[in-house]
């Protein structure tokens, strides 16, 4: 198993084809947009989300068939932009894309694999490969105390929802910096970790204990430990990436509280985040193969409110998580520009 990285800015190349524009009716009236999905290595995709936004803001959606096809009918005509996500994580985006009143726009969408952070075959793609593999049936597995089992290893997490999370001025320019400037800071492209959240695309692996419950990733950062014997926060402790984490049933719920980080991760990928940062998740195991996962982030050094997002996951039974290796202070070439 390949560890999965995934630089959500991945360049993509399109291939716009035919984009009748009649004069005269762009004002009035409504047309389509259609299409193919294509991986980086040319085949088909499925399962993608293709969102056409409009200038106005309004998103229309479509998910690919299994064949790579995708159609958005009643669109007004305009101009909209036209983006593929793959696992939650942006790979494609094209401005400008002309919809004329009674016609059918064709725009054929190539991937690109060669702008990323891990080895070979560690992209959003392939965490989406994996993510769509059978699901395992069955009631949920219960601990010696009768709280769910969470152990077992988990495919990359998906975005159920999104959240609007709303920054202060300067973060919010940082994060579009980010995005535009190809993610080239990346803390792992130094060998740093972003941060605790499981929101990017990797397979992780949960071993629960009584006291403690531990969270290994295929990432710089490869373990996290979850106390859950009642102690509090340290008062004193210095700053860290990946925080301090305690956690508590409630009920069939797992409640992780995770304070005490440093200013430098990206945490939610790609946020900035400032030592107030404070996160809490909610972790549910509805059955054996799904898992649950509700983030509420607030840091008020960079968020007006505290702001929520879910995510799910599910059980890759008979796998286990690969080795990791990250050179100390290892530098990824293809960012330094």
């Known amino acids: 198993m ?20 009649a004069p005269g009716l762009h004002a009035q009236g409504s047309g389509s947009l259609s299409g193919v999905v294509y991986d980086p290595l040319g085949g088909l995709l499925g399962n993608a989300e293709v969102r056409v936004t409009a200038a106005s803001g309004n998103i229309v959606r479509a998910t690919t068939s299994g064949k790579g096809a995708y159609s958005v009918t009643g669109l007004l005509a305009g101009s909209y932009q036209v983006a593929v996500y793959v696992h939650g994580s942006r790979q494609f985006s094209q401005d400008g894309v002309a919809i004329a009143a009674g016609q059918t726009a064709k725009l054929e969408i190539h991937l690109k694999d060669d702008d990323q952070l891990g ?18 049936n069955g009631p949920t597995p219960r601990f010696l105390d009768g709280h769910p089992d969470l152990t077992g290893v988990w495919a990359p997490t998906s975005k159920v929802e999104e959240g609007k999370p709303e920054m202060q001025a300067w973060a919010e320019t940082l994060f579009k910096e980010r995005l535009a400037n190809h993610m080239k800071d990346i803390p792992t492209s130094a060998c740093l970790p972003w941060g605790p959240t499981l929101d990017v695309p990797v397979i992780f692996k949960f071993i629960q204990a009584p006291k403690t419950i531990v969270i290994l990733t295929e990432d710089v950062y490869p373990y996290r430990q979850i106390h859950m014997d009642g102690r509090p926060h340290p008062t004193d402790a210095d700053p860290t990436w990946m925080g301090n984490s305690i956690g508590h049933w409630e009920g069939d719920t797992l409640v992780v509280d995770s304070a005490g980080f440093n200013d430098k991760g990206w945490t939610p990928m790609p946020y900035p985040r400032t030592e107030k940062f404070h996160m809490i998740e909610r972790i549910r195991r509805p059955d054996l193969g799904h898992l649950e996962i509700e ?6 050094g960079v968020y007006n409110k505290p702001w929520t997002f879910k995510m799910a996951s599910t059980l890759l039974a008979g796998e286990e998580i690969g080795e990791y290796i990250c050179a100390e202070n290892n530098q990824y070439a293809g960012h330094a520009r």
């Open 295 to 300: 983030v509420t982030v607030e840091d008020p």
């Open 119 to 136: 080895a070979i075959g560690d992209t959003a793609v392939a965490a989406s490969v994996i993510a769509n593999r059978p699901v395992p």
């Open 2 to 21: 390949t560890r999965l990285v995934i630089d959500p800015s991945n360049v993509v190349v399109a291939v716009l084809f035919a984009i009748a524009a």
